[in-house]
């Protein structure tokens, strides 16, 4: 399954295309909006979330409700475009290439700004600040919404939580269970934990009464993944290299981790990898999950974790030192309405990413044209499984 991603945060809206997705899926419109809803919610989210209300209008590949194996296409409205028409219209006021608003400047140190203007010779950094934008974000998880729907009929599914924000840390295992889920989706901060929660709380308070910005940890786990899904036969068909490539694309991850990825260093071979037991009707099974569900570039059954690290949001209201493209002079950094802090969004986003990569190998080894063909060579390989 590909996809591509159109449209700008101030536009009229973002596009969606999907290709190879598999036909005879039944959609849930619902679903996709729900998670769409997922991703605008959390605590230290700027005042646009109040302005929009994401849902996901199909415009080709569904028919009757269900997929019919054509590019799925779809459009996400920008409720706030009626306020940017002006500033993003494509063809300029009266035909004429007039200025219709103020240049922007002066670069945010951390973001887009001055190396998409080099690159693409722009007059000023409108429109780095627009494509650059995480609000693309939101077709990358209408995208999740609906490999998410296929993984759920093979009994996949995905969850994350968020465990650091700013100095605040949620440093337990978690076990899964539905108690676990519902504390997550009722936290604020998608934390499982409520007094860290709080102190989660105060780190972004204290960054906004700061003028500033807070980054933070989050985690993605997929439960119910099959072993055998990717290859150690060629270093691109490796599906933790696909993961890492996909989750770094997030906007301001700067760090990936496959299960306890970050404390390899300080640990040796025997305390740290996975033993190996085995129960008849059940099969083989680990009873620790340091690897994160992955050995040699593939699933070994274990559930899927995947850790990311998200950089403080480059917009703040005190600003940065930065310089001014034309004048060359010292300035402070732009500032855009922006997050305080963006981590539990960014965890969404993160299980939408988790989502896709997995049903591309999913699709990769049992089939992809057609949903029951996927269904029976999928349900084959688990008995399978079950008799090694």
């Not at 590909?2 to 419109?29: C, M, Q, W």
């Not at 590019?71 to 028409?85: A, L, M, R, T």
């Not at 068909?237 to 306890?260: H, L, Q, T, W």
Request: contains cysteine; glycine residues 10%; charged residues 30%.
């Amino acid at each position: 399954m590909r996809f591509l991603t159109a449209g700008e945060s101030h536009g009229k809206g973002l596009v969606g295309i999907i290709d190879d997705y598999p036909s005879g899926v039944l959609i849930n419109i619902d679903f996709l909006n729900h998670e769409l809803s997922r991703r605008q919610k959390g605590f230290g989210r700027g005042r646009r979330m109040s302005i929009e209300t994401d849902e996901v209008e199909i415009i080709s590949g569904i028919r009757k409700g269900k997929s019919t194996g054509s590019p799925i296409s779809f459009i996400i409205k920008n409720k706030d475009w009626d306020n940017w028409k002006e500033v993003m219209n494509i063809i300029p006021p009266g035909g004429k290439d007039i200025e219709i608003e103020k240049k922007l400047l002066n670069p945010r140190p951390g973001h887009a700004d001055l190396s998409g203007f080099l690159k693409y010779r722009l007059d000023d950094i409108r429109d780095v600040i627009e494509r650059s934008s995480a609000r693309e974000t939101a077709v990358r998880t209408g995208v999740g919404g609906f490999a998410k729907i296929i993984l759920k009929l093979l009994g996949i599914n995905i969850f994350s939580y968020v465990n650091q924000i700013g100095k605040a840390v949620f440093s337990k295992d978690i076990r899964i269970n539905n108690d676990i889920l519902e504390e997550i989706d009722k936290s604020e901060l998608r934390c499982p934990d409520s007094a860290i929660s709080l102190q989660m709380k105060e780190e972004i308070i204290k960054a906004e009464r700061n003028r500033d910005s807070v980054g933070g940890r989050f985690k993605v786990v997929a439960a119910g993944v099959p072993p055998g899904l990717g290859s150690y036969s060629q270093w691109d068909r490796r599906i933790d290299g696909k993961i890492a490539r996909s989750f770094m694309s997030i906007p301001a991850v700067k760090a990936v981790e496959i299960g306890d990825g970050f404390n390899t260093d300080a640990k040796t071979g025997t305390f740290f990898h996975d033993e190996i037991y085995y129960k008849s009707g059940d099969g083989f099974y680990r009873k620790t999950n340091r690897a994160g569900g992955i050995e040699g570039g593939m699933t070994n059954g274990e559930p899927i974790i995947v850790g990311a690290s998200m950089k403080p949001i480059p917009t703040t209201a005190k600003g940065l030192r930065t310089v001014n493209i034309k004048t060359k002079q010292t300035e402070i950094s732009l500032k855009e309405r922006s997050d305080i802090c963006a981590v539990p969004s960014a965890s969404i986003v993160g299980e939408a990413m988790l989502s896709i990569e997995i049903l591309n190998l999913i699709q990769e080894k049992f089939g992809e044209d057609n949903i029951d063909e996927i269904l029976e060579n999928y349900n084959n390989y688990k008995r399978y499984l079950k008799k090694v």
